[in-house]
């Protein structure tokens, strides 16, 4: 059911809910208001482009008030203030021994969730760490099976330096994998989606760049994928991550012991402008 509703006293009956439908499921009735179109209703893809372009509040979809939503307007960053964020977000390798809030943590997930996903199917889940005895235990349980695949010579083709990385955890407590962060969060969606992989590296960007205008911080943590996904299956199940999902990515944060004071100077985009065709 979308329940799609109109409210005929403030409806403008501009037809922008109609126009920008992605599916073509709204049109524009006799009586000049919108409506939903019985036979493909089930074409909807849940975006609500509808409730969000109409100026005036007027139309409602899958239960939801307009009313709870938030005005764009006088509320979106400066675009100096974005070139500022994307530039001066730096990956984080030195963290305070102490945890982000829980209800942070849940409220950060829950705006990154708004990532863009492939047919809106959002289906990226966010598996996380948000205890700190529970991420020893990530890290202990990590270390302790790359030794033994260390030891036992099952360390895959191309991962070999792990073991250096072993050596380091075994010989002085050095936890390359995780930088000491306080937290873990691994993105995953179903194999059976449109596109698993870029979902999930959407999301954890959209995680990222938050995180930062929060003043915390975040690593891109591939090292931690590689082992979860091509050494540490077990680790895997245990973290609860679906068998039918694949992992597009992990990611370490919490509040760093670093700060940072000014955005990098690069100039070297690469740039492929076409001109004709």
Request: net charge negative; proline share 6%.
């Amino acid at each position: 059911m979308l329940q799609f509703k109109v409210d005929t006293d403030t409806c403008i009956q501009c037809g922008e809910c109609a126009k920008d439908c992605p599916y073509m499921v709204i049109e524009m009735g006799e009586d000049g208001f919108p409506r939903a179109i019985a036979d493909r209703e089930g074409q909807c893809i849940q975006c609500q482009h509808c409730m969000t372009i109409c100026k005036p509040g007027s139309l409602s979809i899958l239960g939801k008030d307009p009313a709870d939503s938030l005005p764009l307007k006088g509320n979106l960053p400066s675009q100096q203030q974005m070139e500022t964020l994307v530039m001066g977000r730096r990956s984080v390798r030195r963290y305070k021994d102490e945890p982000v809030d829980s209800d942070v943590i849940a409220r950060m997930l829950e705006i990154s969730a708004h990532a863009p996903t492939g047919v809106n199917n959002r289906g990226v889940l966010f598996t996380v760490v948000d205890d700190a005895e529970v991420m020893t235990k990530v890290r202990t349980r990590t270390m302790e099976g790359l030794g033994l695949a260390v030891r036992e010579g099952k360390l895959p083709e191309g991962l070999e330096f792990m073991a250096d990385f072993v050596r380091l955890w075994e010989d002085k407590g050095v936890d390359v994998l995780f930088r000491g962060a306080p937290h873990l969060l691994v993105a995953s969606s179903p194999k059976s989606g449109p596109c698993p992989d870029v979902d999930c590296h959407i999301a954890m960007t959209n995680f990222e760049l938050l995180a930062a205008s929060m003043g915390l911080g975040a690593l891109w943590d591939g090292l931690f994928k590689w082992a979860l996904t091509m050494i540490l299956p077990d680790l895997m199940k245990d973290l609860g991550i679906p068998e039918d999902h694949k992992v597009g990515y992990a990611m370490v944060f919490g509040k760093p012991a670093v700060k940072y004071h000014r955005t990098v100077q690069r100039s070297d985009a690469k740039v492929n402008r076409v001109t004709a065709i």
